[in-house]
């Protein structure tokens, strides 16, 4: 689905070269690398915090701690995602609600109101594939009923809405530096972004443990930093991510028009005022599916069906008592989406021929 392999060759020696004066330093927690990194992605996001975590399920955690989501609150998000959205919510102690999606993924804002109980104390939309969420609607609700609100941008670095990225618009914003990630570091990582000086002050001590002075703790915590070795990695590779980005959004454009002469293939579409990064590039396909599954595996094409069981109806998650036909739309997409190869290096002679094995 992704050719990190090629990545690496086209940046080998300044990584190499990171990675050593890393090696040399032997600060392998918390150096200085770490502090650069907050601070060329607090720059790229528009934002005036960044933290730098274990990885992008932390992220989340940490971020919804930070925000003062305990014991016995409810958190409102999608059903049709990664299952760490859901996980995060519980390792803060609260109870994740489902809200259904709309056709293009993401969680429908019109059907949150009717979602929120007097305990709902965030929203925690995710970004999923690269698009977006609508954030308009979104934050006139958390407004309207004090709501914090979490961005889930696991897959969504380099994504504008309104011409700011993706995580700068709600009360944080939670990253990914996950390998397949649109910025992915070569192991685990991720980081918070944020506006705000207290939540920031939180997850630093989060992080680490709880503590604010060195052996001194005034609230639980988490081992949750960043390393040392991926920040360097990442120092390097952000100076790419609107070069790699940008290639994705041409390599979309390529599938789309290849693939959008089928009647049957929904491909993606990106509404205005909005960038979509495509961490993914995925289709819809009315039927069929399990036959173009089948004829890119004879051919030797990757495919990926992200996702395919909703949470509400993941056998964990049993106890928060859903049912088959509670969000209809996102048990549609779930047998009918279809994720096609899409990474930076991506050649066009590549997308026609992927292209033609979807099509016959
Ligand atoms: C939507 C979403 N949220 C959260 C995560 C968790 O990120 P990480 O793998 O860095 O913990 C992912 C990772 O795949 C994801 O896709």
């Known amino acids: 689905m992704t050719d990190l392999k090629a990545q690496y060759r086209s940046i080998k020696k300044d990584v190499n070269f990171a990675a050593r004066q890393v090696l040399n330093g032997c600060a392998f927690v918390l150096g200085k690398q ?18 730098g975590v274990a990885s992008g399920t932390d992220a989340l955690a940490l971020a919804l701690c930070a925000c003062g989501i305990k014991d016995g609150d409810e958190v409102i998000t999608t ?24 056709e293009d993924y993401n969680i429908d804002a019109d059907k949150i109101e009717s979602r929120i109980t007097p305990k709902t104390k965030a929203i925690l ?20 009923y004090r709501l914090k609100v979490i961005e889930d941008c696991a897959q969504s670095f380099g994504s504008e809405y309104k011409s700011r990225k993706t995580g700068a618009i709600g009360s944080c914003g939670a990253l990914s530096f996950f390998p397949s990630k649109n910025l992915g570091c070569y192991g685990d ?48 590779k ?82 928060l008592n859903y049912k088959r036909g ?8 779930q047998e009918e989406v279809l994720s096609l190869p899409m990474y930076p290096e991506l050649k066009a002679v590549q997308i026609k021929h992927i292209a033609k094995a979807v099509l016959n």
């Open 326 to 333: 509670d969000f209809p739309v996102a048990e549609q997409m």
């Open 34 to 51: 770490v502090a650069v990194f907050e601070e060329a992605v607090s720059r790229y996001q528009g934002v005036k915090y960044a933290v």
């Open 79 to 102: 059903p049709f995602t990664f299952i760490a959205t859901a996980e995060a919510i519980f390792r803060a102690g609260a109870k994740p609600v489902f809200c259904d999606i709309k």
């Open 238 to 319: 952000i100076k790419h991510i609107d070069k790699w980005v940008y290639r994705r959004i041409v390599n979309a454009g390529l599938y789309n028009r290849l693939l959008g002469l089928s009647r049957n293939i929904v491909t993606p579409e990106i509404p205005k005022g909005v960038k979509h990064s495509f961490n993914y590039y995925t289709i819809r396909l009315k039927e069929g599916r399990a036959a173009v599954q089948e004829r890119l595996k004879k051919r030797k094409i990757p495919w990926a069906v992200y996702y395919p069981l909703c949470l509400h109806l993941q056998p964990v998650y049993k106890k």
């Open 125 to 144: 939309p995710v970004h999923l594939y690269g698009l977006p969420c609508d954030m308009d609607k979104i934050m006139a609700l958390a407004a309207k």
């Open 189 to 236: 990582g991720g980081m918070v972004v944020t506006n705000n000086k207290d939540i920031r002050e939180k997850l630093v001590m989060l992080r680490n443990h709880g503590s604010d002075s060195k052996y001194h703790y005034s609230m639980h915590g988490f081992n949750s930093r960043l390393d040392t070795l991926q920040a360097a990695i990442l120092n390097v």
